[in-house]
């Protein structure tokens, strides 16, 4: 899938509309409504995690992460972006809370086969209320604007 890169910020797949909404700020809302519209297989397609019975969206690994304590275990959903089926099962992965949000919109863990740190948000919940871009760097809020 292709990525997409803003302000030095590189990301891929679903992720990369998450952070150009992110750098839009004007917007205030993340755009869901491709994989809303597409259903779950476009969900299931894109980079992130599930956990709690619920889909959590990959942003950026260049956003700064405040990683609380461990959550538990979740799945990366299994994906045949080639259209012919499942790949397989579900593959396994812990989550960490994000310090300072809800388990219910935020968590921290690793995308798929990377080493780094990702934030994983909920479709639809708000970047703004946890980062801010300051001189060409991703800032954490100290305290979320819905908190």
Not at 33 to 46: E, W
Not at 69 to 83: I, K, N, V, W
Request: charged residues 20%; glycine residues 14%; negative net charge.
């Amino acid at each position: 899938m292709p990525g997409a890169v803003y302000q030095g910020v590189k990301v891929r797949g679903a992720a990369a509309g998450a952070v150009v909404a992110i750098a839009a700020l004007a917007s205030g809302c993340l755009s869901t409504a491709d994989c809303a519209s597409a259903g779950q297989v476009a969900m299931s397609c894109a980079a992130g995690v599930e956990y709690d019975g619920h889909f959590y969206q990959a942003w950026s690994d260049r956003l700064p992460v405040a990683r609380g304590e461990l959550l538990g275990e979740a799945t990366y959903p299994d994906c045949d972006d080639g259209g012919g089926g499942c790949s397989g099962p579900a593959e396994p992965t812990r989550v960490w809370e994000m310090r300072g949000a809800s388990p219910d919109t935020l968590l921290v863990g690793r995308e798929q086969g990377q080493d780094g740190w990702v934030v994983f948000a909920r479709l639809g919940v708000d970047p703004d209320d946890y980062y801010r871009l300051v001189n060409g760097v991703w800032q954490l809020r100290k305290v979320p604007r819905n908190g």
